[in-house]
């Protein structure tokens, strides 16, 4: 069974950093895609970065451009988040995705989320 085990949440105070992990289990991941994602209190879930199976490809959203970082370890089955000059709108419950189809950016499976919150 694929499970996904997200960690490294917490509070931080605006211009700080986090470094978020995903430890990925129940299969290899390394012909796979992964992602992270965030959802804000009143909104929807929304892609913060994205990276492909051999992580020649990378996709951030355009809010988080230039402060953070994804980047995976196929060894470890492990993909990180690097969060840098964070501001308080960075403030949400982030998840970590992985897909289910080899060489594709379908996301199938899901952790249970870690709560980042920055304040001003």
């Known amino acids: 069974q694929v499970q996904l085990v997200e960690s490294g949440g917490g509070l931080v105070q605006a211009g700080g950093s986090l470094r978020l992990s995903c430890a990925a289990s129940?299969?290899?991941?390394?012909?796979?895609?992964m992602a992270w994602f965030r959802q804000a209190p009143g909104k929807e879930r929304e892609l913060v970065a994205r990276?492909?199976?051999?992580?020649?490809?990378?996709l951030y959203a355009a809010s988080v451009k230039g402060r953070f970082t994804i980047s995976r370890d196929n060894n470890k089955n492990t993909v990180y988040l690097q969060m840098n000059s964070l501001k308080p709108e960075d403030t949400a419950v982030y998840y970590c995705?992985?897909?289910?189809?080899?060489?594709?950016?379908?996301?199938?499976?899901w952790g249970q989320g870690t709560q980042v919150t920055v304040s001003s």
């Open positions: 995705a992985a897909g289910a189809t080899p060489f594709s950016y379908k996301l199938d499976y």
């Open positions: 129940g299969r290899t991941f390394n012909t796979y895609a």
């Open positions: 990276i492909s199976w051999n992580v020649d490809n990378t």
